[in-house]
C-alpha cells in the first residue's frame, strides 16, 4: 500500500511523462513539415517511450493499492527557429525531469516507502541515459555547424536511433 503523499507525488509525474510524450509529439509534427524526416521519426518514437514511462508509473500506482487519477495537460509549444532549437529544448526538459523523478525519489524515501524507491531507480538509470543521448545529439549539431549537408546527415543520423525502448524494470 502507497501512502496518499506518495500516491499524489507519483500521479504528477505522470502528469509530466505524459506532457513529455505531448511536447515530443508537436516537436515531431513540427519536424515533420519542416523537412527532417529523421528527425521527426526520432521523435515520435521518443513520444512513444514517454508514454510507456506514463503507463509504467500507472500501473504501479494502482498495483500498489492507488489510484492514478489523470490530470489536465498544457498545449505544447509548435512554432521553433531551428531543428538546434528543437534539440536544445529537448535536453532543458530532460534535466527538468530528471529533477522531478530525483524529488519523487526523496519524497518516497523520506516516507520510508523502500519498494516505491527502488522501482524509481529504473527512471534514475533512464534519465542518465536520455541526458546523456540528447547531450551526445547536441554535440553532433556542433560538428555539423549550420550547413544543409551537415544537418541533412544529422537528420539521417536521428532516423537510425529511432527505436523504441520497451519500459520493462527487472526489479518488477
Ligand atoms: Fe524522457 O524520460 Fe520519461 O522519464
Redesign the pocket.
Known amino acids: 500500500m502507497i501512502s496518499k503523499k506518495v500516491e499524489s507525488a507519483l500521479i504528477s509525474q505522470i502528469q509530466l ?1 505524459e506532457q ?1 510524450s505531448r511536447i515530443y509529439m508537436a516537436m515531431a509534427s513540427w519536424c515533420e513539415v519542416n523537412g527532417f524526416p529523421g528527425a521527426a521519426n526520432f521523435l515520435y518514437t521518443h513520444s512513444d ?2 508514454r510507456l ?1 506514463m503507463t509504467k508509473l500507472i500501473k504501479y500506482v494502482n498495483d500498489k493499492g492507488g489510484y492514478a487519477v489523470m490530470q489536465t495537460l498544457e498545449m505544447p509549444e509548435s512554432k521553433f527557429e531551428s531543428l538546434l532549437e528543437v534539440f536544445e529544448k529537448i535536453l532543458k526538459h ?1 534535466e527538468f ?1 530528471t529533477e522531478s ?1 530525483n524529488q519523487l525519489f526523496e519524497t518516497a524515501f523520506k516516507a520510508k516507502d523502500f519498494t516505491t524507491s527502488q522501482f524509481l531507480q529504473w ?1 534514475i538509470e ?2 542518465i541515459e ?1 541526458e546523456s543521448m540528447f547531450k551526445g545529439i547536441l554535440d553532433k549539431f556542433r560538428l555539423a555547424g549550420n550547413q544543409t549537408g551537415g544537418l541533412f546527415h544529422l537528420d539521417k543520423e536521428l532516423d537510425a536511433l529511432a527505436v523504441a525502448k520497451p519500459a520493462t524494470n527487472p526489479a518488477q
Do not use: G, L
Open positions: 511523462e513529455s517511450e514517454e514511462h530532460e525531469i523523478i527512471y533512464e534519465q536520455e
